[in-house]
């Protein structure tokens, strides 16, 4: 299988786009004639610099408004795809991608225009060029790739064929399974694109809202299903419209790119029984149970302060490392790791980051199979020297710079805390508060880089996303989605700050990047919890009382268990599966703290009705008064 992208998709000059899209392992690119009206060299050393890349031009687009034209115009059409037949010469291009016609000129018949397309096979052919007709959803009277297919089958020109691109498919909701009575040796090229469902005007949407396949909720597994279902063995190319991206790094959309097309190709190749390309193998998506540990970064000071904090909400201390200055803390089946080695990765997190989570450890199915199967997808690895009696747990980088590591029970990797940790015996180990385990964990980040996690969260690990919501903050908007293992074991919410006077957006500019804002654990008894807490001295967040006041109007609650929730500072939400109560701690530094959860039912959500009213809680508190341990801080 061979993979491109079209140079529109990324952000930079012909220079910095090639260098990324070859870095991350493209075979080619569509080149955009855009792309190089703004170059300082000829079309000549345009096609040089490609090729210097290691790349080639797959293809070479738009040519518009050809088909079906009235004279004189239908000269002149043919005139201006001559000049372009030169340029591409020059280039290096083999393959033009014309649009269906949207002039209000064009007089449409599927017969002129096949007789129009014939004759531009015949020139083109000349040159040793081929043509690749696609129908755009808004093509004046193309606008289906079933009569572009038609307008190609009557063409009857072996230098003209069909370019199929999933955008304009899915988004005018045509069945793409009609693809699969194409001939594959017929399809010329196929462009992909995914993006988010949201109903607007067509070529707004398509020119501002393309993303990568996986990204979006259009279903582009069907539609190259479909394809791979014809034979195709040609190219697959990516061409997405998109503000952000064009405002983005070139190199990590270039990544996300190439990840999302491995992604896609391999679950094809996994669901279509028979598929002419080839896919570089990797393991499936890995399955995740939970999040086996979470690792913080602190220096000794704050090391203290953190296992206080952990104490006072019912951890003790369980186990210290076997050569290194990092303790556990357990209660239920949670485990906290807090780090002060003077050197390694963790040092590095925290003299970047202050106190913070720097690792996460993830328990899955086959730990070294994860590895394989980020490597493949284009993560990198990480490594650090393991001393004696120490085990070597396969880890990755994460998106944000942080590290993930794996356990699993395939191997000694299960009896970490056995092997590497010694025993404690805790002379102040308070009583437990009922913590389970870990709900979800809340991952902060800018806006632009919630699909670069997203796409690296649901790629490797089975796993998916649920719509994204937006959260108010005073200060603005945070856009929250959701990924989670059908068990819902696994949870994680990604928050995007648009802006850096929200508290989420706060929170990363003061702990200088992306990282865990927030750990919720799970009880099965709330009100236990609170009581427990309460003795040891837990001052929860304090909700304001308007809060309550609404929510007894909003579910018809009743006047005793509306007190009941007030008095605990506990939110609560309900859906037609459950009910869910939430009870915050105070926050910590510049935006970090603890949830504790219980869901009853099926409840399945995180309350995000609740997120505002918490949010102005938190500024209010962050304004009155700081709390101890400068978490998220430097
Ligand atoms: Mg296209
Ligand atoms: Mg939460």
């Known amino acids: 299988m061979r993979t491109a992208i079209a140079t529109v998709s990324i952000s930079g000059d012909l220079r910095e786009k090639l260098a990324a899209i070859a870095a991350a392992g493209f ?16 079309p000549r050393d345009a096609g040089q610099l490609v090729r210097d890349h290691g790349l080639e031009i797959m293809l070479f687009q738009p040519f518009r408004d050809f088909e079906g034209m009235p004279e004189p115009q239908r000269a002149r059409v043919f005139e201006r795809a001559e000049r372009k037949f030169d340029l591409m010469g020059e280039l290096g291009a083999e393959l033009m991608l014309v649009c269906s016609n949207v002039s209000p000129l064009c007089l449409g018949g599927i017969d002129r225009a096949a007789d129009d397309f014939a004759e531009l096979g015949e020139r083109a052919v000349r040159h040793g060029i081929r043509i690749g007709f696609e129908a755009l959803a808004w093509g004046r009277h193309v606008n289906d790739h079933r009569d572009a297919w038609e307008v190609v089958r009557r063409a009857d020109h072996p230098s003209v064929g069909l370019v199929l691109d999933s955008f304009h498919t899915l988004a005018r909701k045509l069945d793409p399974g009609s693809i699969r009575s194409i001939p594959g040796d017929r ?37 190259m299903r479909a394809v791979a279902a014809t ?66 970064a602190a220096d000794q000071r704050e090391a203290g302060e953190l296992g206080g904090l952990l104490r006072q909400l019912g951890f003790r201390r369980a186990g210290h490392h076997i050569a290194k200055d990092v303790e556990l803390y357990r209660q239920g089946g949670i485990n906290i790791v807090v780090n002060s080695e003077p050197e390694g990765f963790a040092h590095s997190s925290y003299l970047m980051h202050g106190t913070a989570v720097c690792d ?16 493949a997808l284009g993560a990198d690895l990480f490594e650090q020297p393991v001393g004696p009696g120490e085990l ?26 056995e092997i590497e940790f010694d025993p404690v015996e805790d002379s102040q180990a308070p009583a437990e508060v009922g913590l389970l385990s870990i709900d979800h964990i809340a991952q902060t980040m800018r806006y632009e880089e919630m699909l670069t996690w997203l796409l690296f969260y649901t790629s490797i690990f089975r796993t998916h996303k649920t719509p994204m919501v937006d959260v108010v903050d005073p200060a603005g908007l945070v856009r929250s989605q959701v990924i989670e293992n059908a068990e819902g074991s696994l949870r994680i919410t990604l928050n995007g700050a648009e802006n850096r006077r929200t508290l989420a957006g706060r929170f990363i500019t003061e702990s200088f990047g992306s990282a865990v804002q927030h750990i919720a654990f799970h009880t099965g008894d709330i009100f236990a919890t609170w009581e427990r807490l309460t003795d040891r001295g837990f001052e929860p967040l304090e909700i304001s009382p308007n809060y309550y006041d609404d929510l007894g109007a909003r579910f018809a609650l009743d006047g005793e268990r509306l007190e009941r929730l007030r008095t605990a500072n506990i939110l609560y939400d309900r859906d037609e599966h459950g009910e869910y109560f939430q009870l915050y701690s105070p926050n910590h530094g510049e935006g970090f703290f603890f949830e504790i959860v219980e869901r009853r039912g099926g409840y399945g959500g995180y309350g995000a009705a609740n997120a505002q009213f918490r949010i102005a809680a938190q500024k209010r508190a962050l304004e009155r008064k700081s709390v101890p341990l400068a978490l998220g801080q430097r």
Request: net charge negative.
């Open 27 to 42: 075979d080619g690119i569509e080149i955009f004639e855009n792309d190089f009206l703004a170059f300082d060299g000829s």
């Open 187 to 223: 399809i010329f090229f196929v462009q992909l694109a995914d993006a988010p469902r949201i109903d607007m005007d067509l070529l707004y949407w398509s020119r501002h809202f393309r993303n990568m396949p996986g990204e979006g909720d259009l279903d582009v597994l069907g539609f």
């Open 231 to 296: 034979g195709y063995d040609g190219v697959v190319s990516l061409e997405v419209f998109n503000d952000q991206f064009r405002g983005g790094s070139p190199r990590t959309i270039s990544v996300d790119g190439h990840r999302s097309l491995l992604y896609l190709l391999d679950q094809v190749k996994r669901t279509e029984p028979r598929v002419a390309f080839s896919v570089p193998a990797m393991p499936d998506r890995i399955a995740v149970s939970g999040i086996e540990f979470i690792e913080f």
């Open 360 to 375: 996460l450890g993830l328990k899955v199915e086959d730990a070294a199979a994860t590895v394989e199967r980020a490597r």
């Open 392 to 417: 070597k747990i396969p880890a990755i980088r994460g998106v944000g710079g942080g590290i993930m590591h794996f356990i699993d029970d395939r191997s000694d990797l299960g009896r970490v805390w």
